[in-house]
């Protein structure tokens, strides 16, 4: 069954990692024409960069 993602702590990693516990086959079957028809992208949130030597405050 898919897992939801869930909100990082502050101190955490923003990048998402998600162990499978589903063969190739499943989740194949999982997605049918009529899931891909219905599906959304990701919103991604990148992290804000961090200013650098020489960056104006």
């Not at 909100?7 to 923003?14: M, R, T």
């Not at 516990?21 to 804000?48: F, G, H, N």
């Amino acid at each position: 069954m898919q897992q939801n993602p869930r909100e990082p702590a502050s101190d955490e990693d923003p990048v998402s990692h998600i162990d499978l516990d589903q063969s190739s086959e499943e989740v194949l079957e999982y997605w049918t024409e009529e899931r891909m028809a219905e599906s959304k992208p990701r919103e991604i949130r990148l992290p804000k960069p961090e200013a650098g030597p020489g960056d104006k405050e």
